[in-house]
């Protein structure tokens, strides 16, 4: 077992460790700083605000955007995702969204759905989780006014096959915004929002971009703004003599007070991203998965979901291990092994319908984050082994 | 000047300094738990679910609600305004607030007002910033379905009388639900959920109750939830076999990760509130008002806000200074003295309009926090009186 007797592979649900620097921004923020940006001509309300701009050039820099402006800080990636779906779509408008999609968009539309008339297609996917382009193309439709793809799945790992599906967007549905959710690749990988011909690109603060929990991003292509509603309204610091929310951005969706303590610890995650590099990031990523891949498909009774070719995912595996159910082979591995992963229905439940596993209780979730290291995937591939021979009474050569 | 060459007197946008136990709530959270609360059976996702649940459980002790369940985490005091305004109101419903209400109440009004077909009626106040309650009688109708009071203003610190405005909305309005904004009231002073007939209390979780920022917070009376649509859907971590926002508390209202780091924060802040009692806060934040208006009152040239009586108001003081103009004045209390003060129009344009500050670039605002000394309030008084005397050339005994 792991020395610290934790090894934590839950970073799809939210990275940890966070680099050293995060913690100090955070505690440095509250106990030194501690105001609210955006509304003070003091000296430390200034400082706050350049806090906030950083946080703000950083993930824009990040991302390759000319104007830093066009990201939105949010509460989380669902919150995100929400002012991406709610602010674009009125009654009786037509969505596309895929199977592949997490709960944080498919909920929302199912909301808009059942109370306002808005009319939603869901591409299915095949059995590794990769959206079929085929249907794709029939669902889009000239009056489509949002198309919602998953760029990494949450379940499967699966990478869509993005600027492929945003070019069917853009031949069939002249009027349709693209939101691509990237909760499950920022940071784990190369992104630009000049790469992809995007309008709305959504993440939470705290995955890979190794920012502390409270924080979210949305990406809004210049000129989109006149088409988004906000979601949230309220005081911005800004027109303050006026009742009616402010038009520039980003507080046009920015109101109340932010999470500054956490945008603190956002700019020096992204910081340790950029220092590391994603690419880099994205190759350690990709060990990982080939150790864990191989070792994994190798032991009896273990089924692995999502594409074989670790290329065509990002560091997060489902699996399930027969005769265990998912979530007591989960408290077993804590309990025995230190190893701490997801269990059960991964907010995600299409995905789990496309790879079977809807109705039998879900998969175990294994997911790496940049601190995870080939020795804890070779723990993880022993202790599972272990369980395997003592359960299915099956000799396996160790 | 103060030893730390810094008093902050802007704890009405947010607290600081925070208890030490908040800080090392914080850090804590992130270095030894880190996971998200409410989805793994892990021994750290456990704990993490009893951060939360602890967070959840001592607000609903503060303010003597029977089920925690029915208070809802949000980012922050805006969030739960606007889930409480824009989750409640359908398209041509009536809704009644007053000018007393901070742009993060009449934002969202508006928006409704300008896009749904809503109809705002927005009661005046007098030069005090108190409700006009024969106004509040005639603007409240039976058909109308949702009245937002505000507590304590932000620019005045005036009181409202909530007790006896909600029974003008019983009586009238049997289908209204009566929201109360508490962002300067919860945690300054007693505040029970059973003192009142209230449906919908929103506040932040970074003001008075000492938690770190992107924490916010609504109680919702048992049985209002059937009437209050979500803002935000998404993943839940319960029922994830549909893709149908569940319609238990607090799943309902709480998608996406919480900000389980500033939870950790606020069930310490809540801890030191509970501790102290809010009766013992109210009576420091009296006896430190009482000396603010007596000593300010005297300066040549000053002009103060509000209700003379510190009974009818909590910490927060506005004022002008002829000749100098609010920044003006707030930019030489920090640079010279140390004072850290709010300027401008402080994002309640009625109220401001209300004391005759709208047109002329607001008030400088002052307010105070459990950590305020008297001998700061001194330090205040006396270099206002030096800044009057040198500007103004009015010689004043000292």
Redesign the interface.
């Known amino acids: 077992m792991m020395e610290s007797n934790?090894v934590?592979l839950?970073n799809a649900?939210?990275t940890?460790?966070?680099p050293e620097s995060?913690?100090r921004a955070?505690?440095q923020y509250?106990?030194e700083l501690?105001?609210?940006p955006g509304?003070?001509?003091?000296?430390?309300?200034t400082r706050a605000d350049q806090v906030v701009a950083q946080a703000r050039d950083r993930v824009a820099q990040l991302l390759e955007a000319e104007d830093s402006r066009q990201f939105i800080f949010?509460?989380?990636?669902?919150?995100a995702?929400?002012l991406a779906i709610r602010g674009s779509l009125r009654p009786g408008d037509h969505a596309v969204t895929t199977a592949a999609d997490?709960?944080?968009?498919?909920?929302?539309?199912?909301?808009l759905e059942?109370?306002q008339g808005v009319a939603v297609d869901r591409v299915p996917c095949d059995a590794a989780g990769r959206v079929d382009a085929a249907a794709f193309a029939q669902a889009v439709q000239a009056k489509t006014r949002l198309v919602a793809i998953n760029h990494a799945s949450n379940v499967t790992g699966t990478l869509q096959d993005v600027p492929r599906l945003i070019e069917i967007v853009r031949r069939q549905a002249p009027d349709a915004l693209v939101l691509v959710d990237a909760a499950q690749s920022l940071g784990h990988l190369p992104l630009s929002v000049r790469q992809w011909d995007v309008d709305l690109l959504a993440a939470?603060g705290?995955k890979g971009l190794l920012g502390?929990?409270?924080?979210?991003l949305l990406y809004i292509r210049p000129g989109v703004e006149d088409r988004l509603?906000?979601?949230?309204?309220?005081?911005?610091?800004s027109q303050?003599?006026?009742?009616?929310?402010p038009a520039m951005l980003p507080d046009k969706y920015e109101?109340?007070?932010?999470?500054?303590?956490?945008l603190a610890g956002l700019a020096a995650g992204v910081a340790w991203v950029e220092e590391r590099t994603p690419a880099a990031l994205r190759r350690h990523e990709l060990a990982l998965l080939t150790a864990l891949l191989e070792g994994l498909g190798g032991i009896p009774g273990l089924t692995l979901y999502g594409p074989h070719d670790p290329a065509q995912r990002v560091g997060v595996i489902s699996f399930r291990m027969e005769p265990f159910e998912p979530?007591e082979l989960?408290?077993l591995?804590?309990?025995r092994f230190g190893i701490?992963?997801?269990?059960?229905?991964?907010?995600?439940?299409?995905m789990?319908a496309a790879i079977g596993t809807?109705e039998k209780g879900?998969t175990v979730r294994i997911s790496t984050g940049p601190f995870t290291t080939p020795a804890e995937v070779e723990h993880v591939v022993e202790s599972l082994r272990q369980l395997s021979r003592e359960r299915g009474g099956i000799a396996v050569p160790v």
Request: charged share 20%; hydrophobic share 30%.
């Open positions: 934790r934590y839950d649900a939210t940890w460790p966070k995060v913690y955070v505690d509250q106990r501690g105001c609210s509304r003070g001509v003091y000296r430390h309300a949010a509460f989380n990636g669902s919150d995702l929400n997490h709960n944080s968009v498919l909920r929302p539309l199912r909301f059942e109370t939470p705290h502390p929990m409270g924080t979210g509603a906000p979601l949230r309204l309220g005081g911005t610091g303050s003599n006026e009742d009616r929310q109101p109340g007070n932010h999470n500054a303590v956490g979530h989960a408290t591995l804590d309990l701490q992963v997801r269990s059960g229905i991964h907010c995600a439940p299409r789990h809807l879900g």
